[in-house]
């Protein structure tokens, strides 16, 4: 019985060096959201970004969950952020959000996804994904959802009718490509900007930062080895 504990413990470890050695995702994970009751310009916001880091690369999912905004003065325009590594240069390598328009009596219609059009540059020690000043601009802030009607009831002329869209639809995803970044870089600070000029910026809390799976196999690779040592 002691042999065939010791096999079967054995053939686990093997499976998890196997794990180990092939598993692709190679990643940490960090969210980072708005705090409880922000606001901006007189009116709450709610936003998040997720964050992957892996080697020379970072990916950004954009998220606004302001529920049937107000002002265009709520949208996503922009994210600025500092890594653990250090690193606050890179280059934009893809885009992507579905566009939303919206009409005068608060319905909308989606159209396909495109590419943001956000550019990626340098503030300081950070990166900044931006909208304001691209050629697209005031078009393709992030907007949040509508309200459980699925209108938009509470828009105001900065949002219907056209003035400020297409808007992206509730999210907006990044891929940079940052020469240095590793799958242990974390985030160390972020602000997120809203509306279609500059200075409504809100200070990101991170909420959750993950290891990578591959630190998730070693610990369980270790406690399996660990029970092999204990049973003989």
Same mark, same amino acid.
């Given at each position: 019985?002691?042999?065939g504990?010791?096999? !079967?413990?054995?053939?686990?470890?093997?499976?998890?060096?196997?794990?180990?050695?092939?598993?692709?995702?190679?990643?940490?994970?960090i969210?980072?959201? !708005?705090?409880?009751?922000? /606001?901006?310009?007189?009116?709450?916001?709610?936003?998040?970004?997720?964050?992957? /880091?892996?080697?020379?690369?970072?990916?950004?999912?954009?998220?606004?969950?302001?529920?049937?905004?107000?002002?265009?003065?709520?949208n996503? $325009?922009?994210?600025?952020?500092?890594?653990? $590594?250090?690193?606050?240069?890179?280059?934009?390598?893809?885009?992507?959000?579905?566009?939303r328009?919206?009409?005068?009596d608060?319905?909308?219609?989606?159209?396909?996804?495109a590419?943001?059009?956000?550019?990626?540059?340098?503030?300081?020690? $950070?990166?900044?994904l931006?909208?304001?000043g /691209?050629?697209?601009?005031?078009?393709? !802030?992030?907007?949040?959802?509508?309200?459980? $009607?699925?209108?938009?009831?509470?828009?105001?002329?900065?949002?219907?009718?056209?003035?400020?869209?297409?808007?992206?639809?509730?999210?907006?995803?990044?891929?940079?490509?940052?020469?240095?970044?590793?799958?242990q870089?974390?985030? /160390?600070?972020a602000?997120?900007?809203?509306?279609?000029?500059?200075?409504?910026n809100?200070?990101?809390?991170?909420?959750?930062?993950?290891?990578?799976?591959?630190?998730?196999?070693?610990?369980?690779?270790?406690?399996?080895?660990?029970?092999?040592?204990?049973?003989?």
């Amino acid at each position: 019985m002691l042999r065939g504990w010791s096999a !079967t413990l054995r053939s686990f470890a093997t499976v998890s060096v196997i794990f180990l050695t092939s598993s692709t995702l190679h990643a940490a994970l960090i969210t980072v959201t !708005t705090p409880i009751g922000a /606001t901006t310009g007189g009116q709450p916001v709610t936003a998040k970004a997720t964050f992957t /880091t892996s080697a020379n690369q970072v990916t950004v999912l954009l998220e606004n969950f302001t529920a049937n905004p107000t002002s265009v003065v709520q949208n996503l $325009s922009g994210l600025q952020f500092a890594l653990s $590594s250090g690193q606050n240069t890179g280059t934009l390598g893809s885009s992507s959000g579905i566009e939303r328009n919206i009409a005068g009596d608060g319905s909308f219609a989606d159209g396909g996804a495109a590419p943001t059009g956000w550019s990626l540059g340098t503030s300081g020690s $950070s990166l900044k994904l931006n909208l304001l000043g /691209t050629p697209i601009a005031p078009d393709h !802030t992030i907007i949040g959802p509508p309200d459980g $009607s699925n209108l938009y009831s509470n828009a105001n002329g900065s949002i219907v009718n056209g003035t400020h869209s297409p808007f992206l639809g509730l999210s907006a995803s990044f891929t940079l490509n940052v020469p240095g970044v590793t799958a242990q870089s974390t985030v /160390t600070s972020a602000i997120f900007q809203f509306n279609t000029s500059a200075g409504n910026n809100v200070g990101g809390t991170t909420t959750n930062q993950f290891p990578e799976p591959t630190a998730l196999a070693l610990t369980g690779l270790t406690a399996c080895g660990a029970l092999i040592r204990r049973k003989r």
